[in-house]
T-cell receptor, first 111, second 117 residues
Framework: AQSVSQHNHHVILSEAASLELGCNYS??????LFWYVQYPGQHLQLLLK??????LVKGIKGFEAEFIKSKFSFNLRKPSVQWSDTAEYFC?????????FGTGTRLKVLA | NAGVTQTPKFQVLKTGQSMTLQCAQD?????MYWYRQDPGMGLRLIYY???????DKGEVPNGYNVSRLNKREFSLRLESAAPSQTSVYFC????????????????FGPGTRLLVL
């Protein structure tokens, strides 16, 4: 079965704290993995994606994610968060023609 | 490029009413998708169209129908709206090359907020 799990539903951090959001997947084929961000009142935007090659992927706004095949994980990280990072973050897996999204993690950054 | 556009932005319906949500993309993408977003449940796929002329059910198709009118447009119809269909609806598109695995990114529209009373 194809699935994506995000274990942290709500995260509250202070500015300058480090961030790591967990994402685990279940899929039998070649994985294409994504992290999307949804700022309040806006639509989803791509943060970063992994298709092949270097398992450490760098995205926009200082975000990065590491694909660890042995752990079926694709965790999102940022060394120092800002208030403007307050948003909902979604991990997604691309299957054949379809995408499977996790339930999302709401991040609140306190100024 | 406008990307992915959706109309309307907001809609209030009474139970039993029907309506069509419109979606269009100008990126010459092959695949289009309809999702609903509900608190704590992430995005759930309603229907998708891998290419012009084809449509398939997603995770939560009951109560919905779709039409892939042409390569650009993919509409979602609620024939008899129910309060359980109160949600935010997102349309998305992706290039989806027909041969082999290629880079794929979904591009999302701004969403339609639907309230069914």
């Amino acid at each position: 079965a194809q699935s994506v799990s995000q274990h942290n539903h709500h995260v509250i951090l202070s500015e300058a704290a480090s961030l790591e959001l967990g994402c685990n997947y279940s899929y039998g084929g070649t994985v294409n993995l994504f992290w999307y961000v949804q700022y309040p009142g806006q639509h989803l935007q791509l943060l970063l994606k992994y298709f092949s090659g270097d398992p450490l992927v760098k995205g926009i706004k200082g975000f990065e994610a590491e694909f660890i095949k042995s752990k079926f994980s694709f965790n999102l990280r940022k060394p120092s968060v800002q208030w403007s990072d307050t948003a909902e973050y979604f991990c997604a897996l691309r299957g054949t023609y379809k995408y499977i999204f996790g339930t999302g993690t709401r991040l609140k950054v306190l100024a | 490029n406008a990307g992915v556009t959706q109309t309307p932005k907001f809609q209030v319906l009474k139970t039993g009413q029907s309506m069509t949500l419109q979606c269009a993309q100008d990126m010459n993408h092959n695949s289009m998708y309809w999702y609903r977003q509900d608190p704590g449940m992430g995005l759930r796929l309603i229907y998708y169209s891998a290419s012009e002329g084809t449509t398939d059910k997603g995770e939560v198709p009951n109560g919905y129908n779709v039409s892939r009118l042409n390569k650009r447009e993919f509409s979602l119809r609620l024939e008899s709206a129910a309060p359980s269909q109160t949600s935010v609806y997102f349309c998305a598109s992706s290039l989806n090359p027909r041969s082999g695995a290629g880079e794929e990114t979904q591009y999302f529209g701004p969403g339609t907020r639907l309230l069914v009373l």
